[in-house]
């Protein structure tokens, strides 16, 4: 049975409200106040609260905040109702943490099909949705959709490894990850929906930050206009706003004409704090990569090998010169960077597949230190002392043609020959399709 917490300061208010959802099976529970009501909130862990906008103890975006703050109450969806009918308050609502905002008085009819729709896109719902068509059991594979940085760049000089920015695809055990929501996700989408012809797809996608090369193809994602589809959206806060608020913002008017609320497809958007977890039978590491904000990369691991993604790093720098005293100490700058790296190459030890930032060559990088992309020396010499087996340049800057490229990628095979390494090199280019278990280029 659903549950709703209504806190409301208004008794006539709770009593019409409650009697109108008992009827229609619910179970209702009472606050009068905002700290009571979030009191219990975490005691009874409702399907839905439903919370006044003004009311003593705590208004309703307070009580937003309390309730997503805490992990046991990630489920618990939130209605904000109010008899006021600024924008700036719903607006307002929604950065604080609600799903929805209605004005009251209410419309009992439509009030009672936003709740029941509000409760059937909960996890503890989810026998409610259609199941999602069962993906073939095939080999593991990686494809990419995006391979570019910083901005999308179509044109003649960028037809052989693409133009659009971040976004690729991991099929493994079942599982549909998507890694990043560049504008490659638009052709994915497309990809997806003509294969799957309407069946319900249940989908997660993995963001790394939510700068705009990474994002901007999110309201462009065919399948979430189809309400029978799942978006599972994982990622770390990366603004005071939060995740969802950033995702929300990019679809705002003026800037787009839907909103991320208004979509049909059933979205969850979450907030991660570990750094290790599962997607399906996939378990997936996060660490955190050096770039301006939250930022991490992810490693899959799978029955037929492990992917490890890091779109945007750059190595630390042992700036400091090393002591000629025999027994004398690092300098702190220097000791640091050696302590970052070496936690780096131990979490990609032994990767099948990594994708990685080198955005410049050496002397491009020279004029971009610290601006948190990778140098192509750098990272091969990381993708060797890692044991790498198959390395992707990734993250191509905009102002690189298809010649720039490949002059990248065989001076990159040069660097790894010359150090005695087998370390596989290549760049990552649109529509290139690798097998995990043989490392074999479909």
Known sequence: MNTVLIIDDDPDYRKLVSELLRRKGWQVIEAEDGDSGVDLARLHRPTVVLCDLLMPGGNGFQVCRAIRADENLRRTKIVISSGRQFESDRQSAFKAGADEYINKPIEPERFLLLLSRIAASTEDNEERRPPAVSISTGPARVKFWGVRGSIPTPGSTTVRYGGNTSCVEVRAEGQIIILDAGTGLRLLGNSLIAEFNGEPLDLTLLLTHTHWDHIQGLPFFMPVYKPQNHLRILGYEGARHGLEAVLAGQMESPFFPIGLREVPANI??????????????????????????????????TSEGSVAFFPDNEPFHESEPTSKVAGTPDPPARAFARSENRKMVEFLRGTDVLIMDSQYDTEEYKHHVGWGHGCINEVVDLAINAEVKHLYLFHHDPTHDDAKITQMTEFARKLAAERGSALLIDAAREGLTVELSALVKV
């Open 268 to 301: 969850q958007i979450e907030e991660l704090k570990v750094m290790d977890f599962n997607v399906g039978p996939v378990r997936v590491q996060a660490g955190f990569a050096n770039h301006p904000g939250i930022c991490v990369g992810y490693r899959l691991f």
